[in-house]
T-cell receptor, first 115, second 116 residues
């Protein structure tokens, strides 16, 4: 069964450094998402991406964040200057067509630790 | 805006006990409803989903959920829990707008601890 993959599984970085989290969505999917889960809290929506542009973003997704689909397979989340409060599990998800019966498939997550 | 409420934050049950986790949602239109499970140290897995049709949906591992539109609820049930069901359970909703970008909104989660 096809699945969403994410690398790395765990990233440790110093405050102020840039990080890029990588995702490979399911190959024929068209909609891509990033979510995050701060330890002990609920999963929160960050951004959705369709047709090579951001379609919706949350308040969390400020200028420090950006997303990109650099080629036909990867979908990345960049944090330009990490803060301590960016420490969280980041989940990528993808979805097929626009039909309402298409669910989002989540990747295993990248645990980001900012020191 | 869509929102999800899960009223039980932490539930402790003995093995073989029955489980019901509450979930209420708020959304002005057609919704898709989900229950996800997150086992310790693992990622989110879909337990079951409701899009349309029979309001009683059955998922993996013996779980089921009932969509009650009049109560805006989608409670998760299992007749007899096992120790291996120890996990965190998230109710989630997205707007069922055809063509929409359909972000998923999650509840705060319920930690289930099953005691052998």
């Amino acid at each position: 069964e096809p699945e969403v993959t994410q690398t790395p599984s765990h990233q440790v970085t110093q405050m102020g450094q840039e990080v890029i989290l990588r995702c490979v969505p399911i190959s024929n999917h068209l909609y891509f998402y990033w979510y995050r889960q701060i330890l002990g809290q609920k999963v929160e929506f960050l951004v959705s991406f369709y047709n090579n542009e951001i379609s919706e973003k949350s308040e969390i997704f400020d200028d420090q964040f950006s997303v990109e689909r650099p080629d036909g397979s990867n979908f990345t989340l960049k944090i330009r200057s990490t803060k301590l409060e960016d420490s969280a599990m980041y989940f990528c998800a993808s979805r097929g067509t626009s039909g309402r019966t298409n669910e989002q498939f989540f990747g295993p997550g990248t645990r980001l630790t900012v020191l | 805006a869509q929102s999800v409420s899960q009223h039980n934050h932490h539930v402790i049950l003995s093995e073989a006990a029955s489980l019901e986790l509450g979930c209420n949602y708020s959304y002005g239109g057609t919704v898709n409803l989900f229950w996800y499970v997150q086992y310790p140290g693992q990622h989110l897995q879909l337990l079951l989903k409701y899009f349309s049709g029979d309001p009683l949906v059955k998922g993996i591992k013996g779980f089921e959920a009932e969509f009650i539109k009049s109560k805006f609820s989608f409670n998760l049930r299992k007749p007899s829990v096992q120790w291996s069901d120890t996990a965190e359970y998230f109710c989630a909703v997205n707007g069922g707008i055809s063509g929409g970008y359909q972000k998923v909104t999650f509840g705060t989660g319920t930690k289930l601890q099953v005691i052998p």
